[in-house]
């Protein structure tokens, strides 16, 4: 027999008993209901208050077999710490060999139940119930969250189990491995944080500064958050990442034996006591594994972490780090300060307008690229806006110019051998380093390029396992992640690669630098028409599922959707451009020119001639 369905025909969570007084939810499927208090019934992924703890119930008493698989299923969703009343539908044997943090699989509905028996099982004492459903995503055993496709179907196998007492109960003897679950249920019960470690090869953006790097992993909401992420911090960076970043905590680093919880005291202090790995660093290292870990908490108390005390084994303290420190010493996200939105104007040129939010008319940049000598179909800015590329209107050349009154502009330092204007260069973009990435879309020489300082001769960045042409690329703050829309089959996607630079300095130009292992992080689209990094690991993209209209959403890099509203709806949009600093405006080009989005409000434009908007980077 299946589980109870909903109207939309999608199986219902888990029943819960709601104590008003305290907010606490059981699940009660398989369980006696309290013959006494505020009791009113709800359905648990529908619960708005997010803070309200879900917990399970054990099965009850010659339960059969069907409330036993559902029963379980149920407690896989709730917010007991270590699944303990889940493993009471379990025999002793299977609950040892259960691993519930090896793996999550996140199903789009369900997972349904089939029964699969045959016979009589009072007579056979023996059961299976197969569990079916469609593959929506996996998390790892680090934490990590992966897009993932087609069927899942595994089996749950339950026997007469006798207690203690001498009597047979159902018990499940085998399972599959992990945690299975509904989309809507996961959403629920965990949350997208990120972990904060320092690139390998690049430094900040004043060249003195650590660059710090996003790494978003998804934790259980309401099972100490805090304390689970100071744990996958210090158990260092997920697979994908670790090639390209570091962490500042000594191999082995841990909390000290004993620390069960972290809790920030009422100054927004946090202090964590670490293992004798890490007895013996440095001033400059502590400072900097205190940063790690104020990056990491910084949105997970309803107040954030103001300062973060790490403790050696014997309970003296190594280092302390305040907020404002902190954020001086790493490069966190854009530079904060001045910013301009820059767009392509009516006469071709780079244009920009001062400050986010301002009504000031737009203006034509300092320096060549705005006096018009040059017509422009698209620009990038570097991310201290002293320079800017440029790409000619039919799209062959590549122009790099000073944003200072009275500079002048050379020769093309690129030239693509494209005759189409459908072809030749993408958009530029400017790393952290001052170095600009481009791609050449010519038909017979298509490739990935850098050029080191925005000049000189360009390296061909090598991108193994990369199909199709590239049409837009657009590189992290942080320097080691790169968005590429690719177009293949008729038919673009947006991926994201992880850039390795095998010779930094450059000196071996042959392969020097390389972006690899690249993953789709918008599969949910069937075309993806523009895109722009909107955070430290978020994207904003526009484009549409199959058969359906153009919308414009928020993706992270994980391939996940963020919690959230997405930006409001807005007809007929060519380019988008976002900035790290997630306070700043959007800024699109649509059918009714350059439009700006601000927070809380709706799309306004600025003026109805123009194209190509960008931010720094």
């Not at 953006?205 to 934790?219: H, I």
């Not at 994908?240 to 905590?249: A, E, N």
């Not at 481009?438 to 396992?465: C, F, I, N, W």
């Not at 837009?472 to 038919?491: F, H, K, P, Q």
Request: glycine letters at 10%.
């Amino acid at each position: 027999m299946g589980a109870d369905r909903d109207r939309g025909g999608r199986r219902r969570p888990a029943r819960a008993m709601v104590y008003a007084a305290c907010g606490t939810v059981l699940l009660a499927g398989c369980a006696s209901m309290p013959d006494a208090g505020d009791l009113r019934d709800v359905e648990a992924s529908q619960r708005p208050d997010a803070q309200v703890r879900v917990f399970a119930m054990p099965p009850r008493e010659n339960a059969q077999p069907e409330e036993i698989v559902q029963g379980f299923l149920e407690a896989l969703t709730s917010d007991d710490p270590g699944f303990e009343t889940a493993r009471k539908y379990l025999t002793e044997k299977a609950s040892k060999q259960w691993r519930p943090n090896e793996s999550t699989t996140v199903l789009a509905d369900g997972p349904n139940t089939v029964a699969e028996h045959s016979g009589s099982k009072e007579a056979t004492g023996d059961y299976a119930y197969g569990l079916i459903g469609t593959k929506v995503a996996t998390v790892d055993s680090q934490f990590a969250y992966e897009p993932a496709e087609g069927a899942y179907d595994e089996t749950v196998h339950l026997t007469k189990h006798e207690g203690a007492d001498g009597s047979k109960e159902w018990r499940i003897d085998a399972l599959p491995a992990g945690l299975v679950m509904g989309m809507s249920d996961f959403q629920r019960n965990y949350e997208s944080v990120n972990k904060y470690y320092f690139a390998s090869n690049t430094r900040g953006g004043s060249g003195d500064q650590l660059g710090a790097v996003a790494d978003p992993v998804y934790v259980r909401e309401q099972v100490d958050p805090v304390t689970q992420m100071v744990r996958s911090l210090l158990k260092g960076p997920t697979r994908w990442l670790k090639p390209v970043v570091r962490s500042s905590f000594p191999t082995g680093t841990a909390l000290k034996k004993g620390v069960k919880s972290l809790t920030p005291d009422d100054q927004n202090r946090l202090t964590v006591p670490l293992n004798g790995k890490a007895d013996r660093v440095g001033q400059s290292v502590c400072t900097e594994m205190a940063a790690q870990i104020l990056f990491t908490l910084q949105d997970l108390t309803p107040t954030g972490i103001d300062e973060v005390e790490l403790q050696r084994s014997d309970g003296t303290q190594s280092c302390a780090l305040r907020k404002n420190r902190a954020e001086t010493y790493v490069a966190h996200g854009p530079a904060k300060g001045a910013q301009y939105e820059y767009f392509i104007d009516g006469e071709k040129r780079l244009v920009r307008i001062a400050g986010a939010g301002s009504e000031q008319e737009p203006e034509p940049v300092p320096g060549a690229l705005g006096d018009g000598e040059r017509e422009l179909r698209a620009a990038a800015v570097s991310r201290d806006e002293d320079t800017a590329a440029g790409v000619s209107l039919d799209g062959r050349s590549l122009y790099v110019g000073s944003l200072a009154s009275g500079a002048s502009l050379g020769e093309a330092v690129l030239e693509s051998g494209a005759t189409s204007q459908d072809d030749g260069l993408t958009t530029p973009s400017w790393d952290v380093s001052g170095d600009l990435w481009v791609a050449d879309r010519d038909p017979e020489d298509s490739r990935l390029l850098l050029l080191p300082k925005g000049a000189g001769d360009p390296l061909e960045v090598s991108t193994p396992g990369l199909e199709g042409r590239i049409e837009a690329v657009r590189v992290a703050a942080d320097g080691v992640r790169i968005a590429l829309m690719v177009r293949e089959d008729g038919r673009t996607t947006l991926l994201m690669g992880r850039i390795e630079r095998t010779d930094p300095a450059g000196e071996n130009r042959s392969n020097a630098v390389a972006v690899r292992e690249l993953r789709s992080v918008a599969p949910q689209l069937e075309e993806v028409t523009a895109m722009s990094w909107a955070g430290d690991s978020r994207l904003v993209v526009v484009g549409r599922e199959a058969r359906g209209v153009q919308q414009i959403q928020y993706v992270q890099v994980d391939g996940s959707t963020p919690v959230g509203p997405a930006p409001s709806a807005l007809t007929g949009v060519q380019e988008i451009a976002a900035s790290e600093d997630e306070r700043l405006p959007l800024v699109a080009h649509s059918e009714d020119g350059i439009v700006r989005l601000s927070s809380g409000s709706q799309w306004q434009t600025v003026v109805e001639t123009g194209m190509a908007p960008v931010y720094p980077g």
